[in-house]
Antibody
Framework: EVQLVESGGGLVQPGRSLKLSCAAS????????MAWVRQAPKKGLEWVAT????????YYPDSVKGRFTISRDNAKSSLYLQMNSLKSEDTATYYC???????????WGQGVMVTVSS | DIVMTQTPSSQAVSAGEKVTMSCKSS????????????LAWYQQKPGQSPKLLIY???TRESGVPDRFIGSGSGTDFTLTISSVQAEDLAVYYC????????FGGGTKLELK
């Protein structure tokens, strides 16, 4: 059974950093692109980052480019999202998702909440 | 950037009713080389993570009931629920994967 379990969320002040993790199991992690998708409170879904199987290629929307970094450790079947210079508009539930090429997400984690507030 | 627009934003339905919802993209999602439309649909129930329903605009994910039907091509797409059940009350999102990845704003199905 495919499982994706996020961790690392919490309350953080504007301008500070936070790193999210996603532990994957039930599939060969190194064979799949992975992604982060977020959802602000009572809002829709927003794609945040995608990473290739080896980690050599990463993709971001303009809203987070230069502030967020996606990475992975295939030996640990883990995905990460380093978030720097956080803003109040980054407040959201962050989902880890398996990214079936060329881009639909067939499995999602339960999500982790990030609140950016002073 | 490709913009995805979903209508209506919310819809009140009764059990057993046929429901349709629309998703329009700002540019064509049809890739001429393989004749595939790069569009997916997701269902998100309250308090839950999104769930993949349909990809390639009309291919149902394994285990998805056949009352969920995806159709359309190019820039205009439709998700139809042939006979709505109580468990279908949720928000439905479309997502393009033709050029990077963007979601529509969602259509919320509510009980009439």
């Amino acid at each position: 059974e495919v499982q994706l379990v996020e961790s690392g969320g919490g309350l953080v002040q504007p301008g500070r950093s936070l790193k999210l993790s996603c532990a994957a199991s039930g599939f060969t992690f190194s064979n799949y692109y992975m992604a982060w998708v977020r959802q602000a409170p009572k809002k829709g879904l927003e794609w945040v980052a995608t990473i290739s199987t080896s980690g050599s290629r990463t993709y971001y929307p303009d809203s987070v480019k230069g502030r967020f970094t996606i990475s992975r450790d295939n030996a640990k079947s883990s995905l990460y999202l380093q978030m720097n210079s956080l803003k109040s508009e980054d407040t959201a539930t962050y989902y880890c998702a398996r990214h079936e090429l060329p881009g639909y997400k067939d499995y999602w984690g339960q999500g982790v909440m990030v609140t950016v507030s002073s | 950037d490709i913009v995805m627009t979903q209508t209506p934003s919310s819809q009140a339905v009764s059990a057993g009713e046929k429901v349709t919802m629309s998703c329009k993209s700002s540019q064509s999602l049809l890739y001429n080389e393989n004749k595939k439309n790069y569009l997916a649909w997701y269902q998100q129930k309250p308090g839950q993570s999104p769930k993949l329903l349909i990809y390639w605009a009309s291919t149902r994910e394994s285990g998805v009931p056949d009352r969920f039907i995806g159709s359309g091509s190019g820039t205009d797409f439709t998700l139809t629920i042939s006979s709505v059940q109580a468990e279908d009350l949720a928000v439905y999102y479309c997502q393009q994967y033709y050029n990077l990845w963007t979601f529509g704003g969602g259509t919320k199905l509510e009980l009439k």
